[in-house]
């Protein structure tokens, strides 16, 4: 495989926490990737607008865990408790940029996840989304043109290869090779398509691209009868690469809006330079 890295116009690497999505393996996953484009990593935890409304309803209550004992729950008690699991998450985020030699940064705003997400991130963001805020994956990767990540607790932590799903963009198999050679872990190309014709088509154009970058990968061909998941996981990728822009990269984000996939999915936009992944 080619260890030659194009320059990157990916920044930063924002990892999106919410009260009920503090991983630690997450904000792990998140800095290995930073660390594969020498990004910033950041730290975005929300302090949910639904969850500080609740608690100043008259009726709301809370169950202290340690002793059973049932007390009314106020805003003032909710901010605390959400300020306390933004600490402990900014310590988790800082330790994993400090072994990783990460550029970092944290930030704790209230309101509601897609809106705090949507004014806090840019054109240059790898955006780490998992638990209840994947369902915004879609709409981050259509709006910002730039790649959204699903992390989840699986993935990027093996030796398990980087598996392009390849429906004619460039652009999957930059970000995939370029992901894969950091990692040190080998590449795999899945070919989408809906025909014998296209699949041969899809083929050749793979094939001259990863020769002309000297990279060594698997073949293999999506079988369209298929589940594309079921047929992506015999094959224990530790992460998936799409473009959004193709069928398959389509009902993938489609599919995203409804649950949390156990694979890692990273969605690009096929229409950026490939040199710019």
């Known amino acids: 495989m080619?260890?030659?890295i194009t320059k990157s116009a990916i920044s930063r690497v924002v990892v999106t926490i919410e009260p009920d999505g503090l991983?630690?393996?997450?904000?792990?996953?998140a800095a290995r990737l930073a660390r594969v484009y020498d990004a910033e990593l950041v730290g975005l935890f929300v302090k949910v607008q639904d969850y500080l409304n609740l608690a100043a309803l008259p009726f709301t209550r809370s169950v202290v865990a340690s002793t059973g004992e049932i007390r009314p729950l106020n805003k003032a008690r909710m901010e605390k408790a959400l300020d306390d699991?933004?600490?402990?998450a900014e310590k988790g985020l800082s330790e994993q940029a400090v072994r990783q030699k990460l550029r970092w940064s944290f930030q704790t705003l209230a309101g509601h996840t897609e809106d705090v997400v949507s004014a806090n991130i840019t054109g240059t963001d790898i955006v780490s989304?998992?638990?209840?805020?994947?369902?915004?994956?879609p709409k981050t990767a259509t709006d910002t043109r730039r790649p959204?990540?699903?992390?989840?607790?699986?993935?990027?932590?093996?030796?398990r290869p980087v598996m392009v799903v390849y429906e004619g963009q460039a652009a999957s198999l930059a970000a995939g090779q370029r992901i894969a050679t950091s990692l040190g872990v080998g590449l795999s190309v899945m070919i989408g398509a809906d025909s014998a014709e296209d699949c041969t088509d899809l083929r050749g154009e793979?094939?001259?691209w990863l020769q002309r970058h000297q990279i060594k990968a698997d073949l293999y061909v999506c079988d369209q009868e298929a589940d594309l998941m079921a047929q992506l996981a015999?094959?224990?990728p530790g992460l998936v690469v799409l473009s959004h822009h193709g069928r398959h990269g389509s009902e993938m984000?489609?599919?995203?809006?409804?649950?949390?996939p156990d694979i890692p999915v990273l969605l690009v936009d096929g229409t950026v330079d490939e040199e710019a992944l």
Request: glycine share 6%; hydrophobic share 45%.
């Open 23 to 29: 991983d630690p393996n997450v904000i792990a996953n």
């Open 253 to 260: 984000r489609a599919r995203l809006e409804q649950h949390e």
């Open 148 to 159: 959204a990540m699903m992390i989840t607790r699986r993935g990027l932590a093996g030796r």
């Open 234 to 236: 015999l094959h224990h």
């Open 129 to 137: 989304l998992s638990g209840v805020a994947a369902h915004m994956m």
């Open 2 to 4: 080619s260890t030659q």
């Open 85 to 88: 699991m933004a600490a402990r």
């Open 206 to 208: 793979a094939q001259t």
